[in-house]
Every structure is written in structure tokens, then in C-alpha cells.
């Protein structure tokens, strides 16, 4: 039976990891972090395109494809890199689900890269490109638009709402304001020929202000 000295120096030991295991490793992490960023390039939608971000994506996959090979060098260096690690924190907001998504990807990347299953990163990139592509393609519901009007007279509202109705009987008043004698109303409205509604609404006897505002947030059902 091996003495409890034995063991201890076994675990504290540095594995050794070949030249040629490491620099598989990282070939695979940089091909595929390359491949995360130009895929981002290309998904993304956004009119400012975040190009920080993106390289931030393919270095992310290198740097956590070096810690989780020092990880596997020594067991007393992985718990110091994890009492390392456990300070920091990532504070830089993410405004879009699709960014968090690609951040979550890089990071697997590098960890399963680092752990020398590139096979497995390969195949789940591939997986996940998929997926990106049919999901892209599909067909989504026509996101509600924001119906913004000023009235001088508060009677007025009825006949906002009846011009309303007649482009779509489905709509929210978000927000009414009543100051002065004065309207101030927020409809919530999914329409097609927004032109023809403002032109309406405008035409009504009392309105002074007739705005419809396109908008990123939740569809409505």
C-alpha cells in the first residue's frame, strides 16, 4: 500500500504535457476562435458592429485554452488558479442575448480545446452554426410599433382609437396624459402601413402631433 507521502507527492506532482499535445491544443482553439469571430461578423445585426467584442472573442479562446492546460500541469496550480480566478469579475454589460451567446461559445471553445478534446469543439461549433443558420432564417411575428400623439382637446381620444381599430383591432394604450386641457397619448400597435395611420391620425380635428416609432422590445401576442 503506498504510503500517504507517496500519494500526496503524486498529486502535487507536474504532469507532464507534451510540445506537441500543447500546440494541437492551441492550433485548435486559434482555427476555431477565428471561426467565432467572422461568425459573429456575419450573424450579428447590429448597425454598429462591436469589433472590440469580437476580437475579445477569438482571445478569450487562447487565454482559457492556456489556463485549463496550466490547470491540468499541477493540482496545488489549479487551486491556485481558481483562488486566482474566483476575484475577478466580468462587469461589462451585455445588451444583447446574442452577444452573451457567442461569449458562452469562445469560452467552451477554450475549455474544451484545453482539455484536448478538439473533436468535441469542432463538432458543437458545427452544431451551433446550424442552428444559427435555421434559426436565422425563420420566420418571427412583426414586432409592435409606438403610436405617439398630442391632442389639444382630451376628446380627441375616441377618434384616435377609431382610426386605430381600422388599421388593426388590436392595440394597447400605453400611456395617457391629461394636462391643461391637453392629450397626450402612447398606443402600442402592430401595423403595416404605418404612413396611412399617421396621415389619419393627423387628420383628426384636435391633433397637433402624430409620431409612430419603431422599437426593439418584447412582441406582444
Known sequence: MQDIGGILEDAFA????????????????????????????VVTRRTFYNKSF????????????????????????????????????????IKDPMDLAFLFWSISIGIICGAGLAEIAVISSIIVTIGLLILNILPVAKASMILVVNANDAECEDQICEACSQYNRHYSVKNRTIANGRL?????INVKDGAELVKDVSGIEGVTYSALVDHNGEISA
Request: glycine content about 4%; some cysteine.
Open 14 to 41: 507536474l504532469k507532464d504535457l507534451s510540445l506537441s499535445y500543447i500546440t494541437s491544443c492551441f492550433f485548435f482553439s486559434i482555427i476555431l476562435g477565428l471561426y467565432v469571430f467572422f461568425a459573429y461578423r
Open 54 to 93: 469580437a476580437i475579445s472573442l477569438f482571445l478569450d479562446t487562447i487565454i482559457i485554452t492556456a489556463i485549463i492546460l496550466t490547470i491540468q500541469s499541477s493540482l496545488v496550480v489549479s487551486l491556485g488558479m481558481v483562488g486566482a480566478l474566483s476575484i475577478v469579475r466580468y462587469r461589462t454589460a
Open 184 to 188: 397626450n397619448l402612447v398606443i402600442e
